[in-house]
């Protein structure tokens, strides 16, 4: 299963990390180019037949609105719903037997991979039933696969969850499925590797009396946390790679761009290009080592790649299950600017998708790639959706966000 360990060949990517001698020296120089080109397959501009089901009285369709907008939220994404497509119609011709677990998947991915499978099904059915069934068949198909959600994620009865707890959960095993059965596809390695991770460049240094001995000094690594120094690209596994941007505030009236562009939050992705200090006091590499520092090791990230999707989870600290809203959010949903990378570049975003949370119940609202319009799903009931709810968010849980260029 080579492709679990690299998923993601380290030659895809348009920059290589710098590399250092055992005396220190730098042998490579990176260069790094955000940038990279947006591929634009058919889903692109292509709407899907939206349908919500039916709230239910009893059964699985009983307070599954939080099903419903994680489901609404990944069919907003283009590029998935690319692979939804394809396994829809794969399926159709082949049955149930185009897609098996593969029988030397390590038994630690197993559970992964069969959450990936289900989810997979799942989008792939609300994707082909929500043209060709009226909304009672439509509802009676979806119930089944429902059911079989709340065993997998062990939500019981008519107990809710919350749609981001679900997509935290079954998106590492849905890459791994799309890693798995789409593995000699170019698209499938670059949706793994730009399609929602946000790459970032951790550099290195210290600071105090002694830095001038610190093997850290002006050192740099490209890696997703500020604590792997040497993991080589290659030998990350993007399937399981962070891919979701959580800001989390406390009050007050923020802009979204400045919490994903600056150090002023608590977010757990930053794209910033300020010092900060680490956590870390031993010197050297040596983490058995009791010997205190001279100096402080400090640490910055820089935005490397720009994703072709940003999804964004707004946690708001003070928020009880149908409690206030915390804090503000401000944003303008057909331009959202992120940058600048490491090279210097910026990209602009269109919202997609925003699944909103208000009186103990989840809605989405789903923009029509055609005419740019948002339409809110209530269950089966659309309806308009204020705009002016989203320039001044209180409520959103899930915001999703399409590269423009």
Same mark, same amino acid.
């Given at each position: 299963? +080579?492709?679990?360990?690299?998923?993601?060949?380290?030659?895809?990517?348009?920059?290589?990390?710098?590399?250092?001698?055992?005396?220190?020296?730098?042998?490579?120089?990176?260069?790094? =180019?955000?940038?990279?080109?947006?591929?634009?397959?058919?889903? @692109?501009?292509?709407?899907? +037949?939206?349908?919500?089901?039916?709230?239910?009285?009893?059964?699985?369709?009983?307070?599954?609105?939080?099903?419903?907008?994680?489901?609404?939220?990944?069919?907003?994404?283009?590029? /998935?719903?690319?692979? =939804? /497509?394809?396994?829809?119609? $794969?399926?159709?011709?082949?049955?149930?037997?185009?897609?098996?677990?593969?029988?030397?998947?390590?038994?630690?991915?197993?559970?992964?991979?069969?959450?990936?499978?289900?989810?997979?099904?799942?989008?792939?059915?609300?994707?082909?039933?929500?043209?060709?069934?009226?909304?009672?068949?439509?509802?009676?198909?979806?119930?089944?696969?429902?059911?079989?959600?709340?065993?997998?994620?062990?939500?019981?009865?008519?107990?809710?969850?919350?749609?981001?707890?679900? %997509?935290?959960?079954?998106?590492?095993?849905?890459?791994?499925?799309?890693?798995?059965?789409?593995?000699?596809?170019?698209?499938? $390695?670059?949706?793994?590797?730009?399609?929602? @991770?946000? %790459?970032?460049?951790?550099?290195?240094?210290?600071?105090?009396?002694?830095?001038?001995?610190?093997?850290?000094?002006?050192?740099?690594? /490209?890696?997703?946390?500020?604590?792997?120094?040497?993991?080589?690209?290659?030998?990350?596994?993007?399937?399981?790679? &962070?891919?979701?941007?959580?800001?989390?505030?406390?009050?007050?009236?923020?802009?979204?761009?400045?919490?994903?562009?600056?150090?002023?939050?608590?977010?757990?992705?930053?794209?910033?290009?300020?010092?900060?200090?680490?956590?870390?006091?031993?010197?050297?590499?040596?983490?058995?080592?009791?010997?205190?520092?001279?100096?402080?090791? /400090?640490? $910055? $990230?820089?935005?490397?790649?720009?994703?072709?999707?940003?999804? =964004?989870?707004?946690?708001?600290?003070? =928020?009880?299950?149908?409690?206030?809203?915390?804090?503000?959010?401000?944003?303008?949903?057909?331009?959202?600017?992120?940058?600048?990378?490491?090279?210097?570049?910026?990209?602009?975003?269109?919202?997609?998708?925003?699944?909103?949370?208000?009186?103990?119940?989840?809605?989405?609202? @789903?923009?029509?790639?055609?005419?740019?319009?948002?339409?809110?799903?209530?269950?089966?009931? &659309?309806?308009?959706?204020?705009?002016?709810?989203?320039?001044?968010?209180?409520?959103?849980?899930?915001?999703?966000?399409?590269?423009?260029?």
């Amino acid at each position: 299963m +080579e492709l679990l360990r690299t998923p993601v060949p380290q030659g895809l990517f348009p920059f290589t990390r710098d590399v250092f001698s055992n005396g220190g020296e730098k042998t490579v120089t990176a260069r790094v =180019v955000s940038k990279d080109r947006i591929p634009e397959p058919f889903t @692109v501009s292509e709407r899907y +037949e939206v349908r919500g089901c039916s709230q239910g009285t009893d059964g699985a369709r009983v307070n599954c609105c939080w099903i419903e907008g994680a489901t609404h939220a990944l069919l907003s994404d283009p590029f /998935i719903r690319y692979f =939804v /497509i394809d396994y829809g119609a $794969k399926v159709e011709l082949a049955g149930p037997r185009a897609f098996t677990r593969p029988s030397s998947l390590p038994a630690d991915r197993e559970e992964h991979y069969d959450a990936g499978a289900l989810f997979m099904r799942a989008l792939s059915a609300r994707y082909l039933l929500a043209g060709k069934l009226g909304q009672a068949a439509f509802d009676i198909q979806i119930e089944r696969i429902y059911r079989d959600i709340r065993t997998r994620f062990g939500v019981a009865g008519d107990t809710m969850s919350d749609p981001v707890d679900m %997509l935290v959960d079954v998106m590492p095993g849905l890459r791994l499925f799309i890693a798995l059965h789409w593995s000699g596809s170019s698209f499938q $390695k670059q949706y793994l590797a730009y399609g929602c @991770v946000p %790459l970032v460049a951790v550099t290195h240094s210290c600071a105090g009396s002694a830095a001038g001995g610190c093997r850290l000094l002006g050192r740099d690594s /490209i890696s997703y946390l500020a604590d792997e120094l040497d993991a080589p690209l290659r030998d990350i596994d993007m399937t399981q790679a &962070p891919w979701m941007i959580t800001v989390t505030r406390s009050g007050g009236l923020h802009s979204l761009a400045d919490l994903l562009n600056r150090l002023t939050d608590a977010s757990l992705v930053r794209f910033g290009d300020q010092w900060q200090l680490s956590d870390i006091t031993v010197c050297g590499y040596a983490v058995d080592s009791d010997e205190l520092c001279a100096f402080h090791r /400090i640490f $910055k $990230k820089t935005l490397t790649t720009l994703p072709w999707m940003l999804y =964004v989870t707004t946690q708001r600290a003070d =928020v009880s299950f149908g409690g206030g809203a915390g804090y503000t959010l401000q944003y303008n949903p057909d331009s959202l600017t992120v940058g600048p990378t490491a090279d210097g570049q910026f990209a602009t975003y269109k919202l997609v998708c925003r699944v909103w949370f208000a009186h103990s119940h989840y809605k989405a609202d @789903v923009r029509d790639p055609r005419d740019g319009t948002f339409t809110e799903w209530n269950f089966e009931t &659309p309806s308009p959706t204020d705009m002016s709810t989203m320039r001044n968010d209180t409520k959103s849980r899930l915001l999703i966000w399409q590269r423009l260029e």
